[in-house]
């Protein structure tokens, strides 16, 4: 007879049927929240297309995808776009017939050659002198203290925004040495297998950034915080929020800072701290493997990226001539 500990059973339910409540929710966290929403959005989409053309949604079928994809070509989607809609709607169909078929495959494998892989214009770089000035610029305000901590850790450690606004109180800790941000999940390690990234307080900008978290982290004394989100909201009167913030206001801080610095916040976006660090790094002769070591990266190519920004004024025959 099969040990009920190892298969669990409904209550009242008939024997050999387990219940499943409990794998159902394990199986659920197999995507990131990000993904899900992700997925949601290009669901809705395709279902508010499919319903504007009179053809199924669920279940669908591949003549649908396919045209649905076109579509989204002809409208100017990025193919990383279209791929997701197009994992989206399978997604969606699990448990059920697959509708990408090899129509939709070759209509996808078209729509790459035509449009093309090559990613859009990447987030303009807070270079190590522009974050220097910004820091400078962040007022002497709750908020200010606040965004120039921000600024400091989230650049010195290449964080991805969401890990930015994903720290807590207890991620970080001070030592003589510097500081350890502790990641417990990113983007590339949704097992939650965690990191450790050191921000050495011996150069100029890491002393800058342990000096900008003490002096958050002693608002936070005063306030008697112990726990709890490490960036937070903070409303007209200077008082701090109990939720984290967002990763929007990740860019929003950038901007204001620059414009504070007098610097132009164009193509700044919420990604710029992290790219700051690989490109100034690259600028300066650091080795590929070094920066990947802080920023955490596992695709070669990508750091490659940021080397090539750094040096593109110093390339090519013409930058050999005269």
Sequence with gaps: MTDSKIVPFRKGANEGKADTTLADFYAQQADSRNTIKAYAG?????????LNHGVESMPANDDTVRAYIADLANDGKAVSTIDQAVAAIRHA???KADPIGGETLRTRKGIRR????????KARPVL?????AMLDACPPTVAGVRDRALLAIGWCA???RSE?????????????QGIQVTIRKSKTDQDGAGAIVPIQKASGIGSRAYEALREWLGVFDEDRVKDG??????DRHGNIKAGALTGQSVKIVIAKAAKAAGIDPAGFSGHSLRAGLATSAAMRGVGERKIMETTRHTNLRTVHGYIRQATIWETGALSMLF
Excluded: Q
């Design 42 to 50: 290009h669901w809705s989409r395709f279902e508010e297309w499919c």
């Design 93 to 95: 169909h699990r448990g």
């Design 114 to 121: 035509a449009v093309g892989v090559a990613p859009r214009r």
């Design 128 to 132: 190590d002198h522009e974050l220097m």
């Design 158 to 160: 290449a964080l991805r």
């Design 164 to 176: 930015l606004v994903g720290l807590s109180i207890d991620d970080v800790s001070m030592s003589p």
């Design 229 to 234: 989100p490490l960036f937070r909201g903070i």
